[in-house]
């Protein structure tokens, strides 16, 4: 029914803030105040704002700016093209598809507060004129029918428990032969549960992790024929071996860059904790990481 489906929507996008926006119920006030506050107090202008000063906050996926540069490599980014950010975040892809290959995005994400965010580093990074963000359900995108040329998604799926539904948005959305460019978790062989929390899931009620197969199989039964597709695991396990280290033994190298912003602010103390699993899932064979490129067909 109608009625169920609008309920069950709204459920999910409160579980969703509930986690990604975690901090500012245990420390008050919005996210977006307390960053601002955090980078005035690493004596930065938080109006003016450079690129790898919002590192720390700028993408929160597996191999941060590398692994979208890899992604926009993988789908033959010409310049120009309009991108559909699908989970965007605090809108890092976002800024560096405009920066780096002269997009136009419009970055849609549930988090209320990832949005605020995003349209602010945007503006104090100088690339508010190529980027907009929505906030929005995936499955619902308030944009005209074939005004997107790729749909870019990093670690978003797995958030997501209707994928048909935002799959048949994507094709709705995307010009005949458009392409999605995807870097997303799957399920590994090793049956055993996650440990948890892990950086999109305190609990299972916000994870729904597929195995390659089923995600590859609904996005044919989509309409989308896959152009290339790569498993990624290794390099996003060792991306992630280098990260959990640095956060378990700060030094004096690292003081600097630790008194701007990071994922912290965003997920509270726990974040190095999750980090921490999400490496050993990833080295357990609990999950995998895929990269690839799969093509509307008319």
């Known amino acids: 029914m109608p009625t169920a489906r609008v309920d069950d929507s709204l459920d999910h996008a409160r579980r969703l803030n509930a986690h990604y926006d975690a901090a500012t119920t245990s420390e008050g006030g919005s996210l977006l105040a307390r960053l601002r506050d955090a980078f005035l107090d690493a004596g930065c202008d938080p109006d003016r704002l450079s690129v790898d000063e919002v590192a720390g906050i ?61 349209s602010w580093l945007s503006k104090a990074t100088g690339l508010a004129e190529h980027t907009r963000f929505l906030c929005a359900d995936a499955g619902s995108v308030p944009l005209a029918q074939e005004s997107i040329d790729r749909v870019w998604c990093q670690h978003a799926l797995m958030n997501m428990p209707h994928v048909p539904r935002v799959l ?19 399920t590994g062989d090793n049956p055993e549960p996650l440990v948890l929390p892990v950086p999109w899931a305190r609990t299972l009620a916000t994870s729904y992790l597929r ?88």
Not at 176 to 183: A, F, K, Q, T
Not at 225 to 233: A, F, I, S, W
């Open 211 to 298: 195995s390659r197969e089923q995600l590859e199989r609904s996005m044919t039964l989509s309409g989308f024929e896959p152009l290339r597709v790569d498993d990624v695991t290794d390099a996003a396990l060792a991306w992630r071996q280098v990260h959990s280290r640095r956060e378990s033994r700060p030094d004096d190298a690292l003081e600097k860059s630790r008194r701007l912003p990071g994922p912290e602010m965003i997920f509270g103390e726990v974040f190095p904790t999750m980090g921490r699993n999400l490496r050993d899932n990833l080295a357990a064979g609990k999950v995998r990481i895929l990269e690839g490129v799969w093509r509307a067909i008319n």
């Open 168 to 186: 048949a948005e994507w094709r709705r959305l995307l010009v005949p032969g458009g392409c999605v460019l995807l870097h997303e978790v799957v």
């Open 58 to 118: 700028d993408q929160l996926h597996l191999g941060g700016r590398r692994a979208s540069r890899s992604l926009a490599t993988m789908g033959e980014l010409q310049g120009g093209e309009r991108v559909l950010d699908v989970g965007c975040g605090t809108g890092g892809a976002s800024r560096l598809l405009a920066a780096e290959y002269g997009c136009h995005v419009v970055g849609v994400d549930i988090t209320t507060a990832f949005v605020e965010v995003a």
